[in-house]
């Protein structure tokens, strides 16, 4: 598993940047910088399952991760351990595939700073997903201040 970090600054204090990231419809905005159509089922509260999922670009059938979070400090912290994959109404915890990543966290870290709020994002991913990661999450974390600084 490879370790990837992520910032960006944001001209908001940490509550707006934290509800404008975790709400359904903004989350759906600015997660389409990784898949036109993501979303969530769930709920952000520890302990919780999550489903983050969209339509898969090969076939439209939808899919994507399964997740626990692992803590939530409102407006400070939010870990998520990814476990599993979903395909089609199908949830998939024990395949080669998932076992490439199983185990892997995605930590959100928010901190307030002079010019509002630095979101931090750290993860784990299987290597050959770095490079995808390295493109998509600045874009992702570009469209959230776009987002978080508009409104």
């Known amino acids: 598993m490879e370790k990837l970090h992520y910032t960006v600054v944001i001209n908001a204090p940490k509550e707006k940047v934290w509800s404008t990231m975790l709400e359904d419809q903004s989350y759906r905005e600015w997660t389409a910088a990784f898949n036109a159509g993501s979303y969530f089922k769930g709920d952000w509260s520890k ?3 999550m489903l983050f999922l969209g339509p898969d670009p090969r076939d439209g059938v939808e899919g994507g ?6 803590e939530n400090k409102p407006y400070e912290f939010i870990s998520l351990h990814h476990y599993g994959l979903y395909k089609n109404g199908v949830e998939d915890t024990t395949s ?3 076992k490439k990543w199983a185990n892997a966290f995605e930590n959100y870290t928010f901190t ?3 010019s509002g709020t630095e979101v931090a994002v750290d993860l784990e991913g299987a290597s050959e997903l770095a490079e ?9 974390l570009a469209k959230l201040k776009e ?3 508009r409104s």
């Open 47 to 49: 302990g919780s399952k």
């Open 65 to 70: 991760m399964v997740a626990e979070v692992v």
């Open 96 to 98: 080669d595939e998932v």
């Open 112 to 114: 307030t700073v002079d």
């Open 132 to 140: 995808m990661f390295n493109d998509t999450w600045p874009k992702a």
């Open 147 to 149: 987002i978080v600084e």
